[in-house]
């Protein structure tokens, strides 16, 4: 409370809005598990679920972050010890399935600006990956035993890992498990009724804060070994490819620099060798090329026969010569 008066505090010249952005808490439960896991969390989505689930937990980690964070009631009510109720707007997130940019265009009501001038994409997203490949990441950081800081991990799981995996992850996105339905609508309704009662604005509509049953997505759980294998081929190959280049981006100049002291010889062997790669390549994608490349194979086949041949032999009592 004290750090929402000073934050309002500090706009003393100005009439403070606060704008609350919420969505429904089976969409938010599955969202929050994953982001607790690219973080470098390790618990399961049991552990999560049976946690968020129990009240009694709510003084504990992970149930602690989770409701100081998505319980909308209580933050808004928080806000109210320095903004009054009317100058407090909740904005509710459309369903699953909604035009990428309804959200925007709420915000844009309420501030008065048109979305359609904001044309340049984000710089960032927050990125979504599949089922198997986020427990191959919680699985991972259970290897790490959290001895990477946060620094590290940001730069190895959440840049690049979860980055490239994104890139290639199912497009089938999780969906809250069916027994966890009873219990969350519960909680939502009861948030609901709270903020009909406090009046606050609210753009959108109220009722998309319910949870749905969703017949399309997949359970946090429900990876299979085959897709936890294949997932984790990815995660080694990325990792490769970025270990690969950030060694080359430090020894370049050095490699490089060896080269040239090398002198013309080096510099000889290494066009040959180029040359070499290049036509092989050209060979594995031309049959012409292919053909060309045989005769030149056959005739250093000949070659190193004639050069056997010509060579002094040996027995037992030394080189002879025929």
């Known amino acids: 409370m004290r750090q929402v008066k000073q934050a309002v505090a500090s706009f003393r010249d100005s009439e403070v809005h606060v704008l609350v952005t919420a969505r429904d808490l089976g969409r938010v439960a599955v969202s929050a598990w994953q982001e607790e896991v690219k973080n470098d969390q390790t618990w399961t989505w049991d552990q999560f679920a049976a946690a968020i689930r129990e009240p009694e937990e709510i003084a504990k980690s992970p149930a602690r972050g989770f409701w100081l964070r998505q319980d909308v009631a209580k933050i808004c009510e928080l806000w109210e010890a320095a903004v009054p109720a009317e100058r407090i707007t909740i904005i509710t997130v459309p369903p699953a399935g909604a035009g990428a940019g309804v959200l925007l265009e709420r915000f844009a009501t309420v501030i008065g600006f048109d979305a359609s001038s904001l044309t340049e994409k984000p710089a960032w997203s927050n990125e979504t990956v599949g089922v198997a490949a986020t427990e191959v990441i919680r699985r991972v950081n259970e290897r790490l035993g959290h001895r990477l800081n946060q620094r590290q991990h940001d730069k190895v799981i959440k840049r690049t890992l979860v980055h490239g995996l994104a890139k290639i992850s199912e497009p089938v996105r999780f969906t809250l498990p069916e027994e966890e339905l009873p219990w969350i609508t519960v909680r939502a309704e009861e948030m609901i009724a709270t903020i009909r009662g406090r009046g606050y604005q609210v753009v959108g509509d109220l009722d998309e804060l319910r949870p749905q049953r969703r017949q399309c997505g997949r359970r946090p759980d429900d990876a ?3 897709e936890l294998l294949e997932a984790s081929l990815d995660a080694l190959a990325l990792l490769a490819e970025e270990y690969a280049a950030l060694w080359w981006q430090r020894k370049r100049r050095t490699v490089v620099e060896g080269f040239e002291e090398g002198g013309l010889a080096s510099r000889t062997r290494g066009a040959i060798f180029r ?3 290049r036509a092989a390549g050209l060979a594995d994608a031309n049959p012409v090329a292919a053909g060309a490349l045989r005769l ?4 250093r086949d000949r070659a190193r026969e ?7 032999r040996t027995d037992s ?3 002879t010569d025929e």
């Open 306 to 312: 004639r050069a056997l041949n010509r060579a002094p």
């Open 296 to 299: 030149v194979l056959r005739a």
């Open 275 to 277: 040359g070499q790669r």
């Open 224 to 226: 299979t070994v085959e």
């Open 317 to 319: 009592t030394g080189p």
